[in-house]
């Protein structure tokens, strides 16, 4: 196999065979010269039962997704595997489990096929998924990356160099959605039935803002002051959630997209830089959406938001990442394994 060295000319076209599987969706896709031709996702329903991702669940499920999902995103791109140039995965970071399976299977089709293996970073994925459609954000551009288990802001000096100059010290953005969903009795996910809800909703409940240095995020108090908020109503009136769901909603929505976007005006007026995306699952929330759009008209910026489809996580975003890292000839090899944690915020090798 090669490893980190000059990509073999098999193909005038570049195809990138990718593979994601860092939490519980099972995704294949097939992109070719950077350009996405299929991009298929298998969710896995069963988490709904228990409130949250269950990583043996997801382990096994990803074992019995992989090869039909791989079968779909190769038939839906019309490409045979004897047209793949390399094939893609995410190393990490995820649940172990489940990389272990996207890993596998991977390492098992370059290796039958002869094909070079490219490793990704899912939260470098996250960035680089700007480069799947127009518009294009420039270099240097801030991006924050906004997840269940993320928050950051990096800045983007090319497809090679990113920095992580802000992030949580404890939990994400996208978990304080979800826990504080279910303190309210919601679904799980609870993320997308909070900004469903919230649309109907005033933001007529402050929470506190956490104080917290430099570009520093924390969403650990803004659940504790969610739990104790509701607890306090509800002694005086049982019905307070009932009555008033909407605009909880829309009061939680409003004071986790305050604290992301504050940040961010600040590391852009820092950096002065004025090309400004949003990445993550997170990102597709409608009120984040509008807040930056509109934060971006009084401030200058030009903003990126992606398409709903790579929003949440695809394997689209690791073929676009490997695409960028084909044409560098950056390999690895059948030892390589996955990890599951880890975007230190320097360089990518």
Known sequence: MRQNSAPIAQHTRVTILSIESSCDDTSAAVVRDGIVLSNCVATQEAHRLYGGVVPEVASRAHQANIIPVVDLALKKAGVGKQEISAVAFTRGPGLLGSLVVGTSFAKAFALSHDLPLIEVNHLQAHVLAHFADAPKPAFPFLCLTV???????????????????????????????????????????????????????????????????ELGFSFSGIKTAVLYFLRDQMAQNPKFIEENLSDICASIQHSIVTILLKKLRKA??????????????????????????????????????????????????????????????????????????????????
């Open 147 to 213: 997840s269940g288990g993320h928050t950051q802001i990096v800045l983007v000096r090319d497809f090679a160099d990113m920095t992580v100059i802000g992030e949580t010290l404890d939990d994400a953005a996208g978990e304080a959605f979800d826990k504080s969903g279910k303190v309210l009795g919601l679904g799980y996910p609870a993320g997308p039935e909070i900004d469903r809800l919230a649309r109907s909703g005033q933001p007529r409940f402050p929470f506190p803002e956490p104080v917290v240095p």
């Open 268 to 349: 852009a007026r820092q950096t002065g830089i004025r090309e400004i995306a949003l990445a993550g699952g997170v990102s597709a929330n409608s009120g984040l959406r509008a807040a930056l759009q509109a934060l971006g008209e009084k401030e200058g910026w030009k903003t990126y938001i992606p398409a709903f489809e790579y929003c949440t996580d695809n394997a689209a975003m690791i073929g676009i990442a490997g695409y960028y890292k084909y044409l560098r000839g950056d390999f690895c090899g059948q030892d390589v394994a996955p990890y599951a944690r880890g975007f230190s915020g320097a360089s990518e090798s």
